[in-house]
């Protein structure tokens, strides 16, 4: 027979035990939210990302100092108000922890004030305007700047004999920064502009403007685009004949984005272009990655996921840092200063302004028992951002 007490007891436990564990599973599980694009104009940008975080959790489990990980993936379609809209749900709702993905410039903006308010990091994996880590002291850059690989090979096309460039960048604010700082070390090299075209982020048609480069007889054209638009672009050109014509590619690497290259086909041959990851990069630690990937996806992973990859990491490493704890400060303070190999090779986060330090590549298209493929042969080491404004 039960006692009294014991009755008391076993009904006070059956009471409290549904909160008890609620509050426990609260406590216990980091949610992350993942917003990126998974539809519209930049879709492979989401795409990638997503990929390469599920590649990463699934090969690293998904608890990080006793503490459960949970991802939750939102689509913002690559239109900004949805990326805003969804932070604020996930924060506010989803208490996550860290919002995280941000496939354009206008996008990872959007959620700058929110991720202020609230002191959540934000881990951008994917925009590059040298702007964004000014924007928030909650954000934290693992994929690159735009200014890391224009101010290289605007260095390079000046030294080695390249004098009359036609430019077509993509017009906004991270095709702004290609141009801006493409110029100043272009030109600083005695180089000259002979054509500037600015095009459209969403659905561009690069054909009529084609043309006018061709009859502006550049030696190079330079062109930044976003990842997912190089191989409309590349057809253009080949179309066009500005290949047959002598008139090369260079420019900093979203254009030969590493998940397109294949399908560009030969006129990509012999392009030269200033990034920080190549699918070739030949370290045993990109060699794994890319077979992995391959292995999960049948495809070859590009920079945003090797920026995707990267950003999960951090976010595990800055967990273990602090023991599990998750409030913002903790969380960016356990991430500043972090270095880590990258498949992309050594990186790091740059204490002052959270923004990545890693090596920037010039590389060059070949072609290698019949695949495209973009090889390094030039490295400079540890670049620093070199866009922020001087305080
Ligand atoms: C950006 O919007 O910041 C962005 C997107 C794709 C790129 C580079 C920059 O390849």
Known sequence: MFSKTMWRAVIGA???????????????????????????????????????????????????????????????????????????ELIVNDKVKVIAGFGITPAALAAAPLATRAKVPEVVMAAGTSIITERSPYIVRTSFTLAQSSTIIGDWAAKNGIKKVATLTSDYAPGHDALRFFKEHFTAGGGRIVEEVKVPLANPDFAPFLQRMKDAKPDAIYVFVPAGQGGAFMKQYAERGLDKAGIRVIGPGDVMDDDLLNGMGDSAIGAVTAHIYSAAHPSQMNRDFVAAYKKAYNQRPGFMAVGGYDGIHLIYQALKKTGGKADGDSLVAAMKGMKWESPRGPISIDPDTRDIVQNVYIRKVEKKDGELYNVEFVTFKGVKDPGKTKK
């Not at 549904?18 to 609260?26: D, I, K, N, S």
């Not at 990980?69 to 990326?83: F, G, M, Q, R, W």
């Open 14 to 88: 059956a009471l409290v035990a549904p909160f008890a564990l609620t509050a426990a599973q609260a406590q216990d599980t980091v949610k992350i939210g993942l917003i990126v694009p998974m539809t519209g104009g930049q879709a492979s940008t989401g795409k990638q990302i997503d990929n390469a975080v599920k590649l990463y959790m699934q090969q690293h489990g998904d608890t990080v100092a006793g503490r459960k990980i949970e991802v939750i993936l939102k689509d913002d379609a690559t239109l900004p108000d949805n990326t805003k809209r969804l932070a604020q």
